[in-house]
């Protein structure tokens, strides 16, 4: 099995590069998929959650508001910490038993995990290579407040939130610059994959 680290930023293309990899044969695991699922109502992480910030943020299906939630955090450091090491612990665990999934029903996996925050969390040693979208801070500015319809100002608060790509950059082993066309993404992509299916980042 080999385990790709899949990261990038807000509004970077990870999901669409995540897509082109599973059309060529990876198996996708999501950690926002992951991170939803820790947070079902009822679960230890939504019952945390609901003890530290109180049931104004839920929903009227008692599923916890995450736009509400994301307002709250994105500006204070301290209680995106908080969240963090109350939710990323569960997400290692559904990751951990999804893989255990797959390495049972194909030991020469190809795994893509797609992990928005994987430098941040530090865990770089789980992965057998990491792999980055980059787009300019300038597209990923104007994707930012074209996608989630923000103003410059609420859209560069969400970016700060992050560690910039041109930091990430230098935890990566393989980039792919996502800043011009679809066609030129895929293009990458493919060469990627090319190279790693022949053995250019180890035995599979």
């Known amino acids: 099995m080999f385990i790709i680290g899949l990261t990038g930023g807000i509004a970077s293309g990870k999901s669409t590069v ?3 990899l599973a059309a060529r044969g990876a198996h996708l695991i999501d950690a926002d998929r992951l991170a939803r ?23 009227p299906d ?19 910490d908080r969240l963090n090491s109350i939710v990323h612990p569960r997400v290692e665990e559904l990751f951990t038993r999804e893989l255990e999934q797959i390495r049972w029903g194909d030991p020469a996996a190809v795994v893509v ?29 104007e994707r930012l407040c074209r996608r989630n319809n923000l103003e410059q100002e609420a859209a560069e608060k969400r970016l700060q939130a992050q560690i910039p790509l041109d930091e ?11 800043s011009g066309s679809i066609t030129e993404t895929e293009r990458q992509v493919e060469t990627f994959w090319r190279d790693l299916t022949s053995g250019e980042y180890g035995k599979l």
């Open 113 to 141: 995990y797609d992990v928005p925050l994987l430098i941040e969390t530090g865990r770089l040693d789980l992965y057998d290579l990491i792999l980055l979208v980059y787009v300019s801070p300038a597209i990923q500015l």
């Open 168 to 178: 990430k950059k230098k935890h990566a082993h393989v980039i792919i610059d996502d």
């Open 37 to 59: 699922e820790a947070v079902e109502p009822g679960k230890p992480a939504w019952q945390e959650i609901i003890r530290w910030l109180g049931e104004d943020i839920l929903l």
């Open 18 to 20: 995540a897509e082109m």
């Open 62 to 80: 008692r599923t916890i508001d995450r736009r509400r939630l994301g307002e709250l955090v994105f500006n204070d450091q301290a209680m995106r």
